[in-house]
């Protein structure tokens, strides 16, 4: 499953059976602040949203970024995933 960065809508997004879930974001000059996460609720319950984190984090990296949790599931994220630890410090 690819993860986009939507620029125009300052969104990750996730292309699933014809929906789309995706994490808001605000961007800073050092970091990215993930503000909201929304996935549609017939694809609830299947890991989609943590798949969805998991690319987002990953795109933020390559890019250089830090990453602010804006949202509790972000936040339950990171601390579930420590390979991550470095995008927050």
Do not use: W
Request: some cysteine; proline content about 3%; overall charge positive.
């Amino acid at each position: 499953m690819a993860i986009r960065d939507n620029k125009a809508q300052n969104r990750f997004e996730l292309d699933v059976e014809g929906a789309v879930a995706f994490a808001n974001y605000r961007l800073t000059p050092s970091a990215v602040i993930i503000t909201h996460t929304e996935t549609p609720r017939a694809l609830r319950g299947r890991g989609i949203a943590s798949e969805l984190v998991k690319g987002a984090l990953e795109l933020i990296r390559a890019d250089g970024h830090k990453v602010i949790a804006g949202c509790g599931f972000v936040v339950d994220y990171l601390h579930k995933n420590p390979q991550f630890a470095d995008l927050t410090g």
